[in-house]
């Protein structure tokens, strides 16, 4: 363009140079604008994509929703972390931390499910709980998630804890309705499958068929209860609604019972799918037999009344083709009241009830339109005097077309009266029957009278102390019917008032005009009622009971047929109010009769024929023991003593026979307590009016009191006779009335010989005595009674003690009284004193001090030295493992034992040095006048050394025993007797931590240890409950190849102030016994983790589980073990038990019986810690044992300790004449595995290998580089 100008060549530079700026300019800017507008674009897109991210996160946290997806690892959405509830946590893990999130009794089922995710076999989608403590509520989780083409793996997770509430609210909701199919009566339930057979049959259909719940169950439908010409129908039928065809209709069927008798039912029918998304069709069938039974009778009655009303009373008529009646019979005018002449002409429809007119025009029309053929059916007629009537109309199409109708109609007036009078009957009946309450059974009878004619309001009043109370009315305004309520029965006053006061019908055709009604007019006219007449209903005696009031809206006289149907629902209502009367008088009497039956001052109660106890009273259960509940389960021959139940059943049965009319015994009750009762038992029998047994009163009278006083008498003689006490009777002038046979062994004298002699133990010799003898009588003459000890010779001249008691006999004459004396030998009780002074403080078996004794020495012990600036030294002695040869050797050569070590250690002690023994092994030694505690320790040395030498039994035996001393000092270690013991003991307990057969003093960190040790066990309490458990595991490797085999589970512990040491808690919890639910925790944990590695692929055949002592003795250790394995899908034969050879030798049957219980789950046992424990090479071979596990400390040293070398050969060399697998534990030098490779020691675990690992560490160790070694 610029060459068109022609311009100068320097111009046209110019010009070219300036184009080209400005071309760069324009450019520049053009770029800059779509620059910003790109910029722009991507800012609106950044902002909609946050927009839409914040939108999306806020709507998954709304819904509880998160993501997450897998490529080895899990990758967790922030939502799905806060769900997880590890907002904290990377936002990543591995599928084992996965695992450990969730609860464990979840974590087998996440397993598989991720596990089928993974191998392509299944999308996921399980749900499972969050590992929250007991005692918070679970929180449950969704996991959802599918696998792309390309292998990898995502999902969602979704909070569904309100889901689970409410499946579990309808499962509590499914269990409310089953049980009310269950216990529903007449009301036929069953369900069956597919096939048609029986899965669900209740107590009604069994009733109602005659097949219980067994005989039914698995059997079809059409066998049970379909009669032979319907089954295949049905059959046809129930399979075409199975695959989608017509719903089987409810209807009423005739089926068959058992026997082959048909049964009537309305059967209604249900498909339903269960959870296995399987068809389930359920029957409910009514039981219409008694219906049935009357609907037919019924139907005929009303098939003959219709036969002849149609024969003489039936009116015929046609109309024209707009429905006007062209002809009628004579009987039209006798039914409707109309003229023939008044009638033709008119529309069929003018003479029809004016709410029924619109439906019936529209069944004539379509039958004009020959839509219908016609139709026959119930209608009401509107008759010439107003009143409408019920009629029987049939209509049909003329034969040619345009012709009209023709047809014929009855009066059923009657039959819908005696029809809905019927229903009323049955329903006051069933209401009656029901015990419904008066007001609802006569509410009910008006509504029904109401719906007969539907022009009256009908009110029932009840006649009450000459005052009309309103029971029903439910069609008349509130006002109007409380203005009536409590009105008197007054001749002249109203319609009802009047009808109760005279006892007849009473009309008022106007209520404005006529005078009854003056007082009531204005409330009748607000209440829209213009005409009322009233009918009273009486009793069997004439009395009137209440009236009817029937009202209209309009100016009526009632009639004749609405005064008989009133009159029939009059008597209904009399029969619904006498028997209400009737139920009130039975319930007065029935008060009074518990009233009276509940307040006797005897025992009344009702037996059944069999004895049981159907109904008793307080008084009765107060004098058995028994709560009410309680002996209503019992029958009185459960209650009855034995010695007695015999007589008390000869009695019934001739009460039962007729051969007697009542029984009246004494026996003896069992109270609860055990106690027994005498009572007086008078029994008679109710028999029912075919004179069947129906039930027995009895009258329980209780004669405790009274037996008490007769066995008192007897006792008094017998004791009188039989008593070691002398008892003498003596006169004023104290010569003898009577004697007992112990008097004649005393004195010599018979009972003739001592008659009227003066007492010859009594008579006074010195002056003392003859000062006491006068002051004794003094004061027996004073008081009425004298006791105490005095001094007599025998007939051999020895002296013996005696206690005497003398007591004036109540109720003699003053001057002619008499007096009881007792001589009580005291000799013998004497010696007794001593011998059971000597029981109490000492030991029956040792004849050393007992325990009481040894705590007085030692208190007097400290008084003296406390007064004589003394020490006192209080060792706790301790016999090492004499349990293990008591139980071995046997009780008696372990109390043998116990008297040879007493014996030898009194050798030794000072006479004032007090042994006693405190309980079977334990004795304590309390050593005085001390001045250094060297003396005491010096003493201890002693004293172990006693027993280096054997210990000679009378068998022949020689026994060698060590003991463990514990010593505490006076005044060092305590001032009190209590404290002295309590830290001897400690001391005692840490000699024998400290190996035995030593000695230690007390020190205070043994209290701070006690205290730990408390504290400890608070802590571990809670540790499971908190979750701080884990289970580390150590390889088991084959000695020669250095494979991994297996692995031993390894309890940890983390608690809130770290890691606490399994030397620490485990004697711990293996003491309080928390050992026992900690040990299943670590089985069922462990048989987890080790089925998980197996599904992972890793090559492991063993895992071994440790059981404590106490978890074997356990009864239920095989049902946990079983658990354990079902639960985890564990093969048996992966798991092996540990047992120590102590716990194995704690019962030994016992043990061998566990052992050969737990062997035949197929698992596999092993004895730990070999040869540091007690045990037998003849029990070894009795046990069902695997393998044998050598203890790590006979691995110390080895091999240049030739000592422990030759244990573990032993060992070895021991398992293999056995045919049991050996394992060596603690191998942590290469030497050491060569030298177990050496002596063919198959199995090995230690440091030299690995330490124990957590659950991850050991799969990185198992796919490194440490498959083998060695």
Known sequence: MLLSLNLEQATLSTAQTYKGLAFVVVSSLLILLLAKRDQHTQRHLEHSLRRHAEQLQQTQREAGLGNWRYDGRFHWSAEALRLLEREAAPSSSSLEELLGWLHPADRNAVQRALLGLFDGSAPLRVNARLNHPNNQPPVWLMLRGRRDAAGKSQGSVQNISSQKRDEQALRESEQRFRQLFEQTPRIAVQGYDRQRRVIFWNQASAQLYGYDVADAM????????????????????INAWMIGGPAIPASELTLQRRDGSPVHVYSSHLLLRNARNQLEMYCVDIDLGLQKKAHDELEASEARYRELVEQLHEAIFLTDSCGRLTFLNPSWQSITGYSIGESLGRPLLDFIATEQREALGQRIAAILARQDSGWLGETRLLEADGHTRWISLRLAAGEQHGLGLHGSLSDIQERRQTQALQEARNAVLDRMLAQRPLRET???????LESINPEMLVSIMQLDKGRLRVLAAPSLPGSYASALDNLPAQSGLGSCSHAAASGELTVVEDIASHPNWASFRDQAALAGVRACWSLPFKNDIGEVLGVFGIYYRRVARPAPEDIALVTEFTRLAGLALRQHQRDAERLQSELRFRATFEQAAVGIAHLAPDGHWLRVNQRLCQMLGYSRDDLLELTFQDITHPDDLDSDLQQVERLLAGDIARYSLEKRYRRRDGSLLWANLSATLVRHTNGAPHYFISVVEDIGLRKQQELALQQAATVFESTQEAVVIVDASRRILTSNPAFTGITGLSPQ?????????LLPGNSVERTRYRTLWRKVQDSGHWQGELSSRREDGSPFPFWL???????SDPQQAQYVLTFTDLSQYRDSQERLAHLVHFDPLTDLPNRLFANERLNHALEHAQRHAERVAVLFFDLDHFKTINEGLGHKIGDELLIAVARRLQQRLRNEDT????SSDEFLIVLENLQRPEEAASIARTLLALLERP??????????????????LYPDDGLASDELLRNAEAALHQAKQEGRNTYRFYTQGLTHQAHSRLALESQLRQALKRNEFSLHYQPLLDSTSGRAIGVEALLRWNSEQGMVSPARFIPLAEDTGLIVPIGTWVLREACRQMQFWRQQGLDLQTLAVNLSPRQFRQADLLQQVREALHDSGLPPACLELEIT??????????????????????????????????SSLAYLRRFPLDKLKID??????????QANLEIVATIVGLARNLKLRVLAEGVETPAQLQALRQLGCEQCQGYLFSRPLSAIQLVNWLRGDHQSAG
């Open 442 to 448: 006569l509410n009910d009878m008006v509504l029904r």
């Open 951 to 968: 210990l000679q039994m009378s068998n022949g035996r020689e026994v060698y025993l060590g003991a463990s001393i514990g010593i505490s």
């Open 218 to 237: 698995g059997r079809c439908l059409e066998e049970l209860i379909v009669p032979p010409p319907m089954r295949a129908q049905v059959v046809n039928d």
């Open 805 to 811: 008691t003398v007591s004036r006999v109540r109720g």
């Open 1192 to 1201: 790590q400390s006979f691995m110390q040293g080895v091999p240049e300790d």
């Open 1141 to 1174: 050879e102590g716990a194995l030798m704690d019962n030994v049957e016992q043990a061998r019986e566990t052992l050969i219980a737990l062997k035949a789950l197929g698992l596999k046992l092993a004895v730990d810690d070999f040869g540091t424990g007690y």
């Open 753 to 761: 010989q001592a008659i009227g002699r003066r007492l010859p133990l």
């Open 915 to 918: 042994l006693a023994r405190l």
